[in-house]
């Protein structure tokens, strides 16, 4: 056994015949116990084996970002190849260890590279070994007992609860070493309200009522940039299109039987259509959103929830214009359907209350309940139950990235008892909790979380039906690339169908995706599969690319306009005071302001909104952490990366030439981040 060098020192005799290499270090954070990072590391090649070397980083920057690179020198007299490592934590490290990324082994005098995934917590005099480029399905692995091991050891960190939030997807129990990292202060939405909260003129700016609807619009400016149009609340054009290209796309359907509960006829709808009522429900012309699934909501003390259902209709030019509002479920004398043809501002009241359900239900359902929470538990079983050379593993996790982290540190924040959803909802934390629980009960992979059932499904996969949908139209491109990507992917590493029977570790992992919460599992329904397994790969391609898209597309598109669409309360109300309207009463403008929130409550909403709409990793197909290191798997992510740079190019495209109405910048693959990062 070789003896450890100390200095590198060697005898001149060694030092002319030695191979000169550059060992690249690429940390994922700071050691998480230590001031300093300090690993021993021993290459092999060709069963020969190198001295034992340390590698020590005194320092890190106080801006510290992932992949941070140290790059040492070395030299091997033994090594003319390098196909192995072995890394040793310190004790300078601790027992809370050091996240490192991976090691880049270079010759120096042929540019031969090395490259070895690590991705592991190193804990202090701890030994982990890992081989070049290394990728294997488990029944091809030739470390069965060590994948065995980690795997056990990951279940234990990844244990996973019910009990953090009742009745919601399960969650992590504690917070894994594995996932905590320095750069959370990035996430922290309460350090924005703190420094806004030193600023002279804070406390003045949010005492008091709005005397204006002019006196909202100059909350902006002095802290807070001006949303790209202030009108939406006025125009039943732009009321149409938040359903299309707003944060909440997942709600409208296509209408082919007005329901009983809400007592329409063709007189009544007749002057803001161009057809007949059933002529148009016969061309696939009214669509629907219904908030049954809100009726009975707990809120907040002194506040009311809506649970409307409205009418739109799509007219010949293609816009869609709102044509009735009820604002709960069961009709009668005090609950009217409110027309365009009503009085301006009580036609405008009732757009309102509808758009204020909408935004409660966005924010429980759409955004928290099923990307955040129903993703963390896919990350959790993801490490428990694959091996991190798993090249499943290795596709998904750059997607994973911070998730478990930020739930972690937002979750108090957002729905604590003094949290954000609490001061700005009016359904506040019961209401959110029990919302997110009714739709987890039918919720399913292979319809809501998959786009394009959910389109078949809710009869918008017609590209001619709502030209206008700039959602689906932005998202269905970059499902299909990322689609193409996935099964391009898979093909590598699975040559039949009967390598994915086989593979235990992807049997074992979609076992627990679809076991009751009782068991431990997840519970999730409509996982694709026959007879509770994966039985070929293009079922594995389409819960692949569910996540894949989830985790990236979906977060993106109902995250990063939040602060576009609810930074002016007219437009699209988080909160509203005092009843819904019971009549048609004749109200003017100023009574709208008795409704909308003060100033307190305005001001918290742009530091909320303002705050989960910044932009933190990098873009879709940029990987902060490039767990990647196959050449053949390289090849497929840059044909991938080439698929969305076309994508962007016609997106852009499309907004600054096609799109009248609004832009929509949202899914521009420049503008979607790889994971669920904010």
């Known amino acids: 056994m070789p003896k450890r060098r100390h200095n590198g020192a060697l005898c001149e005799k060694e030092r002319r015949s030695s191979n000169e290499y550059t060992v690249c270090l690429e940390a994922a954070d700071k050691p998480l116990g230590a001031c300093r990072g300090v690993v021993s590391i021993k290459l092999r090649g060709n069963g020969k084996e190198g001295y034992e070397e340390q590698l020590a980083v005194s320092s890190f920057p106080d801006n510290f970002e992932r992949g941070f690179k140290n790059i040492f020198n070395i030299i091997e007299p033994k090594l003319d190849v390098i196909d192995e490592l072995e890394i040793r934590g310190d004790s300078m490290i601790g027992e809370r260890g050091w996240n490192i990324d991976r090691l880049t082994v270079t010759k120096k005098n042929t540019g031969a590279q090395s490259v070895f995934p690590v991705f592991t917590n190193i804990k202090s005099d701890q030994t982990y070994k890992f081989n070049i480029n290394d990728v294997s399905l488990p029944q091809q692995s030739s470390t069965k007992k060590e994948r065995k091991r980690e795997l056990n050891e990951m279940r234990k960190l990844y244990e996973l609860t019910e009990k953090r939030l009742p009745g919601c997807p399960p969650l992590v129990k504690k917070l894994p070493p594995n996932e905590v990292f320095s750069v959370a202060y990035k996430f922290e939405i309460g350090g924005k309200l703190v420094k806004l909260k030193l600023e002279e003129k804070w406390d003045e700016l949010i005492s008091g009522e709005f005397e204006s609807m002019e006196d909202i619009e100059d909350v902006f ?8 149009n202030l009108q939406r609340w006025r125009n039943d054009k732009l009321f149409g299109m938040q359903r299309l290209m707003g944060v909440n796309p997942d709600v409208i359907h296509l209408c082919t039987k007005i329901p009983s509960k809400l007592p329409v006829n063709n007189q009544m709808l007749k002057p803001f259509l161009e057809m007949s009522l059933e002529n148009a429900l016969t061309k696939k012309r009214i669509f629907i959103v219904d908030y049954e699934i809100m009726d009975g909501l707990p809120t907040k003390p002194d506040f009311t929830m809506t649970s409307p259902i409205a009418l739109f209709y799509q007219q010949n030019d293609g816009t ?48 928290l309940g099923f990307t955040h929470l129903k993703m963390e538990g896919i990350v959790a079983i993801t490490h428990r139950q694959m091996y991190k050379t798993h090249p499943i593993y290795k596709l998904l996790m750059p997607h994973f990235l911070y998730l478990i982290a930020i739930n972690w540190t937002g979750i108090p924040e957002l729905i604590g008892a003094e949290g954000y959803v609490v001061k700005l909802l009016n359904i506040g934390r019961e209401g959110l909790l029990e919302l997110i629980n009714r739709k987890n009960k039918n919720w399913r992979m292979d319809i809501e979380g998959t786009l394009p059932n959910d389109m078949k499904e809710r009869g918008l996969d017609d590209t001619s039906c709502l030209p206008d949908f700039y959602y689906r139209n932005d998202a269905m491109e970059i499902y299909n690339a990322i689609f193409e990507y996935v099964k391009k992917y898979l093909d ?50 389409l819960t692949l690319t569910s996540i894949f898209f989830t985790c990236s597309v979906k977060h993106a598109a109902v995250n990063f306009r939040q602060y576009e669409e609810y930074a002016f309360p007219p437009n699209y109300p ?19 302001l008795k409704y909308l929130p003060q100033k307190e409550k305005t001001y918290d909403t742009l530091v909320i909104t303002d705050v989960l709409s910044t932009f933190i990793t990098h873009a879709l197909g940029d990987f902060e952490a490039q767990y990647i290191t196959d050449e053949k798997a390289l090849r497929i992510l840059a044909e991938f990366r080439n698929d969305l740079a076309n994508i962007a190019y016609l997106n852009k495209k499309r907004n600054n030439t096609d799109r009248k109405i609004e832009k929509y910048w949202a899914l521009n693959p420049t503008r979607v981040p790889n994971s669920i990062s904010i």
Not at 322 to 351: C, H, M, R
Not at 495 to 506: A, F, H, I, W, Y
Not at 577 to 591: A, F, I, S, V, Y
Request: aromatic share 12%; with cysteine.
């Open 574 to 592: 988080l909160t509203l005071r005092g009843l819904p309207p019971k009549t048609k009463e004749n109200l003017k403008q100023e009574d709208l």
């Open 320 to 367: 869609l214009i709102p044509i009735a509002i009820q604002l709960f479920q069961k009709p009668g004398v005090d609950n009217p359907v409110f027309l365009p043809s009503d009085p301006e501002y009580t036609w405008i009241l009732a757009k309102m209350w509808f758009n204020v359900a909408d935004a409660n239900y966005h924010e429980s359902v759409t955004h």
């Open 221 to 228: 400016g002095v802290f807070f940039p001006k949303p790209s």
């Open 492 to 541: 590598l590493y699975y040559t039949t169908d009967n390598d994915v029977m086989t593979d235990q570790e992807l049997q074992q992992w979609r076992k627990e995706m679809v076991a009751p919460v009782d068991q431990k599992g997840l519970g999730m329904l409509g996982v694709f599969g026959n007879k509770g397994k994966f039985t070929e790969k293009s079922q594995v391609c």
